[in-house]
């Protein structure tokens, strides 16, 4: 997984600090102009980069990083709302991306394959690495879907910035009436572009990212969400289906894995991590056979391809990647 550390300093400018090497694909240079503080990227890295992430960040356990204002989960009534951004969505997704991320998000709350990110939480030590009876746990509710906007009264930048997506975020927490820090603290915003306008650096570098950004509501936790079947293979086409049903495989593997990270590390990376900054999604990518495989997995809204995600408990707490918990 590829990282990128924005550092503020006091004058709100920042360096980065790449630790695998990641080209300015987010553009973070600046704050944006209604002063949110834009923190660290946790980003999805394409398949054909390197083999599955199990073989890349070692096999040991996720442990809590403090949180952000004592908040490192998900706890509670967690929700997820979907932003189409732009005018270029306006009868223009030929993939048919929203209705099945849409449906996804209906199903996936309560579902046996989300239920692993129960056993973190916070209000717990940092280097806690396994919660048990301890702190607030994040939580698997039903009905996480919150809703839809299509912000497509005008175009969308043709590749925004991190700012860019931040303010765009922001923007939607007020649309939704999100207007507190305390409505904030279980929500995240799926940015969505539309086909052929993404951030640079996808399809080559990365997939997905989620971060977050300060803001006069409290913290925002957002996703930036590409149109994933221009990426191919590369982002997850036909990775567990075959043919054309396996075209847009990578929708919800894509999409799951940032909105179960997210859930983990809500303000990245002061959340659940392991000691080589990897998230639970982060140590199950791209896994094709054997334990942990990415698969088909069914909700109450249709059939699903996602991967699996790190338990900590799993194996007698050795760790491992599942496809449901517990």
Known sequence: MKRIYLLMAATLAFALSISI?????????????????????????VKNTAAACRNCAGSNNLSYHGGTGGVGVETGADKVYLIYWGSQWNNNDPSGEAAIQQNFFKGVGGSSWNNSVTQYCEGV????????????HATNPTGVFAGIWYDNASAAPSKPSQSQLASEAVKAAAHFGNTTA??????????????????????????????????????IAYTNMPYITDAGASCGANFVNSGS????????????????ETETDIYPSTGWIDGSGSENGDKCAWISSGQGASANITLSTGTFPVQSLWSNAFNNN??????SYP
Not at 125 to 136: D, F, L
Request: with cysteine.
């Open 21 to 45: 090497s990641l080209a300015s694909s987010t553009s973070p240079a600046h704050a944006s102009s209604n002063s949110e503080v834009l923190h660290s990227i946790r980003s999805m890295r």
């Open 182 to 219: 305390s409505s904030n603290k279980t929500v995240q915003y799926v940015i969505n572009t539309a086909t052929h306008n993404n951030a640079s650096g996808f399809g080559t570098q990365y997939c997905a990212w989620h971060s977050s950004t300060s803001s006069s509501y409290g913290n």
């Open 125 to 136: 030590s940092s280097g806690t690495v396994t919660c048990g009876s301890s702190g607030t």
């Open 318 to 323: 050795a760790g491992g990647c599942v496809i």
């Open 245 to 260: 049903a396996g075209l847009t495989d990578g929708i919800t593997i894509v999409g799951g894995h940032e909105f179960a």
